[in-house]
């Protein structure tokens, strides 16, 4: 088990992803400021019940590591940070410290094997091919992997207007052939409701 800072957020973020945020909350800026200094990453989790600011928020259980890239002070008392998505992992106990920050005794899941796309899979592949041509390199970190089944089901999830469940559910599951699965499926009942 390793202690690990936790960020509770409205939004998921998935191993190889690319998110920015804006923190200003005291604690936060703390955060941050220690996993510079300590080149430690903090982990990401979705909310499960609470806000974003304000008393520490309940999360679910399963989120990413969010490893530094970028930071920039933009104005006093506020820094716009860039993170990448590394390990998912478990938390199987969290603690608000004093301050409000949401700390968890993490374990680290095992990486996920890169997947050669199915046949039926590599419609979904192209679909992201022209997700990714028209909105550029600013939602992912090159190189392109459009022939590994999980890159593209974390991709796909990111650029998707899904709710936030489906997101964490497709974060959850091991394999890509599962999270490829609901995906399909919310494309799916996205593209019925639509006719």
Same mark, same amino acid.
């Given at each position: 088990m390793k202690d690990l800072p936790l960020f509770p957020l409205h939004a998921v973020l998935y191993p190889g992803g690319r998110f920015q945020l804006r923190v200003f909350e005291k604690r936060y800026m703390d955060m941050v400021t220690?996993?510079?200094?300590?080149?430690?990453?903090?982990?990401?989790?979705?909310?499960?019940?609470g806000d974003e600011v304000g008393a520490a928020a309940q999360a679910h259980s399963i989120g990413t590591l969010a490893h530094l890239v970028e930071w920039e002070m933009s104005q006093p008392g506020i820094l716009d940070i860039s993170v990448r998505g590394g390990q998912r992992f478990r938390t199987h106990a969290t603690r608000a410290c004093p301050d409000q920050?949401?700390?968890? $005794?993490?374990?680290? #899941?095992?990486?996920?094997?890169?997947?050669? #796309?199915?046949t039926a899979q590599r419609q979904l592949g192209a679909l992201l091919a022209r997700f990714l041509t028209d909105v550029g390199e600013q939602y992912y970190f090159p190189p392109l992997r459009l022939d590994d089944a999980v890159w593209v089901a974390y991709r796909l999830a990111e650029?998707?207007?899904?709710?936030? @469940?489906?997101?964490?559910?497709v &974060?959850?599951?091991?394999?890509?052939?599962?999270?490829? $699965?609901? &995906?399909? @499926?919310? #494309?799916?009942s996205e593209q019925s409701g639509l006719a």
């Open positions: 220690t996993c510079l200094k300590t080149e430690q990453p903090f982990g990401i989790c979705l909310i499960r019940a920050l949401l700390r968890g $005794d993490i374990e680290p #899941l095992p990486e996920e094997p890169r997947e050669a #796309l199915s650029l998707l207007p899904a709710p936030n @469940a489906l997101k964490q559910r &974060l959850e599951q091991d394999g890509a052939e599962h999270k490829l $699965d609901l &995906l399909a @499926a919310a #494309l799916g």
